[in-house]
């Protein structure tokens, strides 16, 4: 039987806590620094504002340095035989997180192996922390014991009239609001203060208006038998208020997103909310748009947002005024009071995955935010990853299949191109073979518009000498530069060092340097060229820097005014544009022989996303795939938009390797300056898991310490292990044994990556 005591919260109120020999203690954690919970008694003073979600200043270390903390618990303890410090003061006026979001973050940085504090720091954006966009204000107001008494008041003439303005006020004011309203300077309102007439109450305001003019309202479209029955499932998962996860497996214009609208319509029927993820910060403004014409409050969080912007919506959301989020990867993390659905859209994307500590995944985080309010994630692509479609195929998720498009319209004919056959012919020059320029010209002369892929940025890949063989590299990576037209430099993409082009080898000064390799701004170059007259427009991280950049350039493309779009993956995934009646993907190539398990999925999902774009409206589609590999089964699945057929083929192949979705994985990546105590150090981490490993008779391998395939980096020398098995529990908890005590060399650091998707 359970103890009726237990059924009531326990903690002893703070009137309590002298009398029984307890002490309100607040539970901290850092983000800097040292890795674990701190205590500290909070004083008389501040027991009624330190609460679990907002952020602490309290003394640290020997010297008593003040430092920001999070709290993340408060509660009544005996009071030790050691004094506790003293909470010094308190951030925030209300919490930033909530409990279940506090309990999200602490799942977060166990599962990830990172500290707490940096999940929690992860999950509330810095224009939220720093109060961005927002100012402090006093506002006034008589009390009522000073309203009973104001004709008794002997006050100057001006300050009579003011107190009286205020107190017949119907709302608190401003100095500067009651001075202008009174007729007066500020001088007697402050006279008013001093005497203590008036009541003072600071208050944070937000500054500026962000809010956007609404959008005609959309009408719904009309479902098929299809799409009626995945929403007909994903309803019946909310309404048993319990967690599931479906996979939506639906090709390129089946109608996914419609599904999606449906679905939260009866979310917000319900008086719930709905978080909807996008993988590409280029997807937002079109997704964001989708929805503000069929919801009333939309709100949308990413990263290429202002502060202001950012902490606007995020206290939108908090305040309960948001019917939709739409945002990138960090919008899991979004404090909606009553979540009811998360989707995720592309849920393949390698964008979901964070590359920086904590090394997350959002589908991961989604799925146990999910089981903690009980509601549903949806998943959806053209393209799933091969561990969802794994799990859908073995129970763990509801498979739900999209196998048409809407109105019944055709996927479009793809062709391969075999590049080896454009090259022993001389009369080929440059990107575009002459199948391609014949296409894009009778495309252009039929009215469509041309998208065209090719996922490398700059103008050239490489700058070597042909006389000496020197390739020109960044001197602080193991990167070749890449050569930048428009800025006439060489750039490295990793840490981002500079130099002017060089016209001379470095290294024996001849004159003939060449530039080998192909990027977006060589692409740009030949395609006007190429189709002089004809409206052309590059879209790469280059070119889509600034704040609504995305959406702009979408917009002329959308107008017509653009006729010819290319650029890297961000033009590949989720855009609908109904003109678009020819893709061409320029080198399918460009990652199909990566040293990475994972590389020819991404070339059959990269192919098959762009090769989507087209044939979206009433004009048919076309897709040519220029590749050297034209018989490789992702090229070949990719062209006969036949997923079951990529899937049959690499799930034996993973299976037979022990690679996901079969086991897991744990990266370990050590970075220093010195190759030999990083390989060192490596060594050390290595031969403490694998005494691990034995001792603690785990289903697991080590593989390495060797050297990272990207072997430096921002003058770093890096080492990689891979720690392989069935039983990740087991295998974090090793590793995290292994790894507490070590001490690396000065200036020697390790990363872990659990689930990782970059193995350079």
């Not at 740009?524 to 600034?546: A, H, N, W």
């Not at 999902?605 to 087209?614: E, F, H």
């Amino acid at each position: 039987m359970t103890h009726q005591s237990q059924l009531f919260d326990t903690t002893p109120q703070p009137w309590e806590l002298d009398d029984a020999g307890y002490q309100r203690v607040a539970t901290v954690v850092l983000n800097e620094g040292p890795g674990g919970v701190f205590d500290y008694a909070v004083p008389d003073r501040l027991l009624a504002t330190v609460e679990p979600g907002k952020r602490l200043r309290v003394p640290f270390g020997r010297g008593n340095r003040a430092i920001i903390a999070w709290c993340v618990e408060v509660a009544g303890k005996t009071e030790s035989t050691r004094p506790l410090k003293e909470v010094r003061g308190v951030v925030d006026s209300a919490p930033l997180l909530d409990k279940p979001l506090l309990e999200l973050t602490k799942w977060l940085a166990d599962y990830y192996l990172c500290d707490w504090g940096q999940a929690i720091e992860c999950a509330v954006p810095s224009g939220v922390r720093h109060q961005a966009g927002t100012r402090e204000i006093v506002l006034l107001s008589v009390p009522n014991s000073v309203v009973a008494k104001l004709t008794q008041l002997k006050l100057g003439k001006k300050q009579a009239a003011a107190l009286q303005l205020l107190a017949g006020a119907t709302r608190p004011m401003t100095v500067h609001q009651l001075a202008k309203a009174a007729g007066c300077t500020i001088g007697p309102i402050n006279e008013l203060r001093k005497k203590g007439l008036v009541r003072e109450e600071t208050k944070r305001i937000q500054q500026g208006d962000h809010d956007e003019a609404p959008l005609p309202r959309e009408a719904a479209h009309a479902l098929n038998a299809q799409q009626q029955d995945a929403l007909d499932k994903i309803i019946a998962a909310m309404n048993a208020r319990e967690h599931r996860t479906l996979l939506m497996h639906g090709v390129t214009g089946s109608g996914k997103t419609e599904v999606y609208i449906r679905a939260i319509e009866e979310v917000v029927r319900c008086g719930r909310q709905a978080i909807v993820l996008v993988p590409e910060i280029s997807l937002t403004p079109q997704t964001r748009q989708r929805f503000r014409s069929r919801f009333e409050n939309v709100a949308v969080l990413h990263s290429h947002l202002t502060g202001p912007e950012r902490n606007w919506h995020w206290q939108r959301i908090a305040r309960g005024e948001v019917e939709v989020v739409v945002g990138a990867r960090s919008a899991i993390f979004a404090p909606v009071p009553k979540l009811g659905l998360i989707v995720i859209d592309e849920e393949h994307d390698a964008s979901f995955k964070q590359d920086s500590t904590p090394r997350y995944h959002a589908r991961d985080v989604a799925e146990f935010r999910g089981r903690m309010a009980n509601v549903p994630l949806v998943l959806g692509s053209a393209t799933p990853s091969l561990e969802s479609y794994y799990r859908a195929t073995a129970g763990d998720y509801t498979l739900l299949e999209l196998p048409n498009r809407v109105l019944d319209r055709p996927l479009p004919d793809v062709d391969t191109l075999d590049l080896r056959l454009e090259f022993r012919d001389r009369r080929s020059r440059g990107a575009i073979s002459r199948q391609l320029h014949q296409a894009m010209s009778e495309a252009m002369k039929d009215g469509g518009q041309v998208i065209l892929l090719l996922n490398r940025r700059g103008f050239s890949t490489q700058i070597q000498c042909p006389a000496c063989g020197h390739v020109v590299e960044c001197p602080h990576c193991d990167i070749a530069l890449t050569h930048h037209r428009d800025e006439e430099h060489a750039l490295c993409h990793y840490c981002d060092y500079v130099i002017p082009t060089p016209r001379l080898c470095p290294e024996c000064n001849f004159e003939g340097i060449h530039f080998r390799g192909l990027g977006t701004q060589r692409l740009e170059l030949e395609v006007k060229q190429r189709f002089p007259g004809v409206e052309c427009m590059r879209m790469d991280s280059d070119t889509m820097r600034k704040p609504g950049s995305h959406e702009a350039a979408f917009a002329r493309f959308r107008s017509g005014e653009v006729r010819i779009l290319l650029g890297t993956q961000m033009i590949a995934k989720g855009l609908d544009f109904p003109n678009v009646t020819l893709v061409g993907v320029i080198n399918a190539d460009s990652a199909l022989h990566f040293p990475d398990f994972r590389a020819a999925e991404r070339t059959f999902g990269l192919v098959t996303q762009v090769a989507g774009r087209t044939g979206r409206g009433e004009h048919p589609g076309r897709v040519l795939v220029q590749t050297f590999s034209p018989e490789h089964d992702a090229i070949q699945a990719a062209v006969e938009h036949d997923y079951q057929r990529f899937a049959e083929h690499e799930l034996p192949a993973r299976k037979e390797y022990g690679y996901p979705p079969y086991a897991h994985m744990i990266r370990i990546v050590c970075r220093g300056p010195s190759d030999v105590l990083t390989e060192q150090f490596a060594e050390q981490i290595g031969e403490q898991i694998e005494a691990a490993i034995a001792g603690e008779n785990v289903d697991a391998r080590l593989l390495g310490p060797t050297e990272a395939p990207i072997a430096k980096l921002q003058d770093k020398y890096r080492y990689h292990m891979l720690v392989t098995g069935t039983a990740l529990d087991a295998m974090r908890s090793l590793v995290k044994s292994a790894t507490d005590e070590l001490k690396p060399p000065d200036d020697v650091q390790w990363v872990v990556d659990v689930d990782p998707l970059d193995m350079l």
